[in-house]
């Protein structure tokens, strides 16, 4: 290496860069979200240790610990709201049907639930996310012998339908874009249809995650497998994005603020979306918030982009969840379909049906064994 190499590798440049006061700005903000983010789900613990302890069930030591170990193991607050209503569930079904120990479960025991579960009209997709949640129970009881470890060795596996992503047609967002006059439910909604956010994510961006001259929004923590990425903002959402950031109180912390400075809560985010369908006509259509990021992956999709690309910018953590809407926009496979029903409508296809379609006669064995001898 030449010497003069030896500027490119400076460890004071790197740590002056790193204590410039934005990079600290930016530092306390993201400390001061993983503070308030601790400090809910510890609040969340509470509330739900205090409701347990007023429930009639078998096992409300064993409950209670396994809320506690699910709280060390950083799961999110919602995760534990889950966990909390399927054990209780669980547990106290199985009292009602005269069980007075853990140790007495059996494989039966779990499908007279899930049985009970669907005879109470909840949906499969829900029983059987229920049941995930009740087997990392099982596990925690087998890992501490309170529990046989033969009810994992065989599992109860539900047919859930895999059900194709619901898109928004092209004409229907071109009327809903219309009747999107107020400056910040324009901005809101339009960022869900050109950055493929969740609701949620959306709610939960902070003016510090907005990068406008970059033309890009950070997601420190995704909702569903808290992985982080950064999603790209189309101009027409940059413009309605600034039009909002000119008018919105520069005092709140959220994008998009409710009373006292909170986040806007997805019922009101989703009231004012259906008022906008109403308004639109599209209000038969029962379209939802999310349909919005399945139309923004089929455009996308539809306009060539590559399938790793989108996987990223959607935050999918396998390829498979971002393949579902290949089945929406296989250009290729409608090609083709088409071309084969010219034919076939054309009165092409006689000639395929007359072809001999007799495989070619064999060799006799003597002609295939002359060489060898």
Known sequence: MILSDFRYYDPWAKAEEAFTLPNLFHRSQLQQRENQQAEAKHKTLDGLLDKLSQKDIIGLDVAREYLRHKYRQNCKANTLKNDFTTITLFLSYLKKCGRSELNQLSRADLEAFVEHEQDRGLKIVSVSNRLGSLYA?????????????????RKIKLKVPDA????????????????????????????????????GE???????????????????????????RAVCISEDACQALSAWLQKRDPQKEYLFYGRGGNPM???????IFKKYLKQAGLEHKDYSLHCLRHTFATELLNAGMRIECLQQLLGHSSIEMTLRYGRLSDKAREQEY??????????????FNQRDRQLPPLF??????????
């Open 265 to 271: 809560s997805y019922n009101n985010a989703r009231v």
């Open 137 to 153: 129970f099982l596990r925690y009881l087998i890992d501490r012998d309170l529990a046989d470890a033969d009810l994992l060795r």
């Open 338 to 351: 088409f071309r084969a029903m010219a034919i076939i409508e054309g009165g092409q296809a006689d000639g």
């Open 364 to 373: 006799e064995e003597t002609q295939l064994l002359d060489p060898y001898r």
């Open 202 to 228: 959306l709610l939960n961006t902070k003016l510090v995650d907005v990068h406008l001259a970059d033309n890009k929004i950070l997601i420190y923590e995704g909702e569903k497998n808290r992985k982080g």
């Open 164 to 199: 194709l992503p619901r898109a928004m047609d092209p004409e229907d967002i071109k009327c809903l874009l219309e009747v999107l006059v107020d400056v910040r439910n324009r901005a809101m909604i339009l960022l869900l249809l050109r950055t493929g956010m969740r609701i």
